[in-house]
Each structure stands twice: as structure tokens, then as C-alpha cells.
């Protein structure tokens, strides 16, 4: 029988640093605009239209800002401009949809959402071979990336870059992400990373969450079920927010979370 361990080292072979542009389907983000003229539609790929999309969006929480929410110690800046960010990664397919608007609910074209989150083991790339899995890290540098300059990130300590990138927004303030249902490790909740950027600044850091039966839902089926022994939920997490909360429904044999990013 295949397990968590078999799966997760068959996709540690294919991951190599992607940096250099061009490589493994990434793209920076200068060269994306000069490309699409800063056209990018950003709809995700789901069994959904971006019209049902922009009318689930609007059917949640669009009022105010988002929660300003710690980034962790495993960020770091893959300057990656790509929807999918599985790189083979085993777990369940998940669907992000998620729009960035001002205050006054204006959608911001042309802002970029980056996303990071650990695997169905609970482990970050970049970080595996330092800490074997949270927490870790090796020092601080500061990034030089075309989306976020002059941020803080930590040193990866080997070459994964699986479950991150970034996606540019289209005219409706959307992006889409391909990934998979993040796994959970000691002492959080399940969460994704989202860090939004305008013009090369940051202007919102923040966490977005799952609903808790969902998680042991997905938690039962393979690859999820060769790690087992949760030991924090919404309720005991001391950075969860119900403003955070993701809205998940499924999606073909997946799912699809969406909500809106209040910068």
C-alpha cells in the first residue's frame, strides 16, 4: 500500500528551485504584465464561470479590511507568477478564488496575491531538511523579488518551492490558485499564508481557515490518513479569525474555497 511517506518522497524528486524565469512553467511578474499588457483575467481553474465566481464573492463578507494576521517563519519570496502550485504533490484538489478590493469594496486590478501553505504531512518547502517539518528556518535575508521588495524572508534550508507562488489580478480583482487542501501540523489550525502586494509593497498579511468538520472530512481519505494526531482546532488557535474563514463547497473532485481580501 502507497503511504504518505512513498508519495510525498516520489514528489520531493521532481522539485528544483525555480527561481531562474521561464523554468517549470513560472514567469516574474514584469515579464507577465509586458506579456499580457496587465490583462490577466486571474479566473481559476474550476467547473465554475467567473460570473458564478464574481456572484459567490459577492454573496460573502465583502465589507472593510482583512485581518492583519503574523506570516510565520516560512515565508520566503519564490518570485513565481503561476496558478498551479501542487508540483505533483499528493492531496485532495483545492480551488482557490480570491478577490482583493479596497475598503470601499473597489476591486484592485493588477494587485498580487501570494499564497504558502504546508503539505498533506504538515511540512513547508524549503524548510523540510533543517527542521524535518515546522518550525524551522535559517536566518533572515531580504528578498529582491519582483512582487515584494525589501521584505524580511527566511533562508530556505533546501530546494522545495511546492504549495507557493503568487497570481496577478484581473480587472475583477481575481485570482485563482490550483493547490491542495493544506495538512495540518503541531500547535495551528489548518491554514494558508496570503500576503497581498500593490505596486512592490505589501499591504496586507494575513491567514485564511478552514471549517473544522470539512478538515476531518478530508482528513480521513489518504493521503491525509497516514498522518494522524491533530492537536489544534479553530477554537484553540491562537491567530484563528472567523474573518478568515474561507467559504469551501465542492468542486468536481475537489474543492473550491473563495473569499474576498480587504486591503
Known amino acids: 500500500m502507497t503511504t504518505l511517506h512513498d508519495e ?3 514528489s520531493r524528486r521532481l522539485i528544483a528551485r525555480r527561481r531562474a524565469l521561464g523554468m517549470g512553467g513560472t514567469i516574474g511578474l514584469g515579464a507577465l504584465l509586458a506579456a499580457c499588457g496587465a490583462s490577466a483575467s486571474g479566473t481559476p481553474s474550476t467547473t465554475r464561470t467567473e460570473n458564478d465566481l464574481v456572484a459567490m464573492l459577492d454573496a460573502v463578507d465583502v465589507a472593510g479590511t482583512s485581518p492583519e494576521a503574523t506570516e510565520g517563519p516560512y515565508w520566503f519570496d519564490v518570485d513565481s507568477i503561476r496558478s498551479d502550485l501542487r508540483e505533483d504533490r499528493p492531496g ?7 478577490r482583493v478590493q479596497d475598503a470601499q469594496n473597489t476591486p484592485l486590478p493588477n494587485s498580487v496575491v501570494e499564497i504558502w501553505h504546508c503539505d498533506a504531512g504538515g511540512e513547508y518547502s524549503g524548510f523540510e531538511v533543517a527542521s524535518g517539518g515546522p518550525p524551522g528556518g535559517g536566518g533572515q535575508t531580504t528578498s529582491d523579488g519582483s512582487y515584494s521588495q525589501g521584505d524580511a524572508e527566511s ?6 518551492t511546492y504549495l507557493r507562488g503568487a497570481q496577478v489580478a484581473g480587472a475583477g480583482g481575481i485570482v485563482g490558485f490550483t493547490t491542495i487542501y493544506p495538512g495540518w501540523y503541531r500547535g495551528r489550525t489548518v491554514h494558508i499564508h496570503v500576503r497581498v502586494h500593490v505596486d512592490q509593497e505589501t499591504v496586507l498579511t494575513s491567514q485564511l481557515f478552514f471549517d473544522d468538520e470539512l478538515s476531518d472530512q478530508v482528513y480521513a481519505a489518504s493521503p491525509y490518513s497516514a ?6 482546532f479553530n477554537d484553540g488557535d491562537s491567530i484563528y479569525t472567523d474573518a478568515g474563514l474561507l ?7 475537489g474543492w473550491l474555497g473563495y473569499a474576498n481580501l480587504g486591503v
Request: aromatic fraction near 0%; hydrophobic fraction near 40%; glycine fraction near 10%.
Open 92 to 98: 485532495a484538489t483545492l480551488t482557490l478564488a480570491l
Open 227 to 232: 498522518h494522524s494526531g491533530r492537536d489544534t
Open 8 to 10: 510525498v518522497s516520489a
Open 155 to 160: 533562508v530556505p534550508s533546501d530546494d522545495g
Open 247 to 253: 467559504t469551501v463547497v465542492a468542486d468536481g473532485d
